[in-house]
Nanobody, 120 residues
Framework: QEQLVESGGGLVQAGGTLRLSCVGSAILFDISTVGWYRQAPEKQRELVAHITNEGNTHYADSVKGRFTISRDNAKNSVYLQMSSLKPEDTAVYYC??????????????WGQGTQVTVSS
């Protein structure tokens, strides 16, 4: 059964760093775009960053220059290095993997989320 498990969240002071990890099982990472989303209380879930299977990255404007996404297909893993954290980065962070098949079919998988709290 497909599964994504995130880790690395926690409580950090403003200006600090955290590294989130996401490991997948039974998911084809090498044909997938993988990314991180976040959802703060009473706000909609938003894209933080994603990286395609060709290595192209996209970041939300609010995290550009502070966050770095990377992937390791051999380990079925995606990472989010977060630095210069701000209180407004506080949210539950979710890993997402979207498989893209040649017939146009796409399958999306989500992790359970990991809490990131940045204190001022």
């Amino acid at each position: 059964q497909e599964q994504l498990v995130e880790s690395g969240g926690g409580l950090v002071q403003a200006g600090g760093t955290l590294r989130l990890s996401c490991v997948g099982s039974a998911i084809l990472f090498d044909i997938s775009t993988v990314g991180w989303y976040r959802q703060a209380p009473e706000k909609q879930r938003e894209l933080v960053a994603h990286i395609t299977n060709e290595g192209n990255t996209h970041y939300a404007d609010s995290v550009k220059g502070r966050f770095t996404i990377s992937r390791d297909n051999a380990k079925n893993s995606v990472y989010l290095q977060m630095s210069s954290l701000k209180p407004e980065d506080t949210a539950v962070y979710y890993c997402n993997v979207e498989e893209s098949y040649r017939n146009g079919e796409r399958l999306s998988f989500w992790g359970q989320g990991t809490q990131v709290t940045v204190s001022s």
